[in-house]
């Protein structure tokens, strides 16, 4: 599975940015799908993540009620939407494939990464 990141930018606290992450190679809607971010200086996090097709949705704390996950897999397409950015949101945001569909918030049961995308908030 190839992943590629896109959306990222620069936006203002309060803002919102919609990413999205495009896969190809094998079945898309094989994959659990997962978003974890790295600000620097810091070690990469959980952010959010989605079942196979979409039934289930988990989200780090800090990202409840502002950002939602979500896939299409029509498309081949993962997506997250986040409002009501803070600057602490600032980091490279990249999403994740993971097979097994268990502990998603585990970057070890990812199997497959994109690059990344760079967000910054600025205050």
């Known amino acids: 599975v190839q992943l590629v990141e896109s959306g990222g930018g620069l936006v203002q606290a309060g803002g919102s940015l919609r990413l999205s992450c495009a896969a190809s190679?094998?079945?898309?809607?094989?994959?659990?799908m997962g978003w974890f971010r790295q600000a620097p200086g810091k070690e990469r996090e959980f952010v959010a993540a989605i079942s196979w097709i979409g039934g289930n949705t988990y989200y780090a704390d800090s990202m409840k009620g502002r950002f939602t996950i979500s896939r299409d897999n029509a498309k081949n397409t993962l997506y997250l939407q986040m409002n009501s950015l803070k600057p602490e949101d600032t980091a490279v945001y990249y999403c994740?494939?993971?097979?097994?569909?268990?502990?998603?918030?585990?970057?070890?049961?990812?199997?497959?990464w994109g690059q990344g995308t760079q967000v910054t908030v600025s205050s």
């Open positions: 190679g094998r079945t898309f809607s094989s994959y659990a």
């Open positions: 994740a494939a993971c097979r097994s569909g268990k502990r998603y918030g585990a970057q070890e049961e990812y199997d497959y």
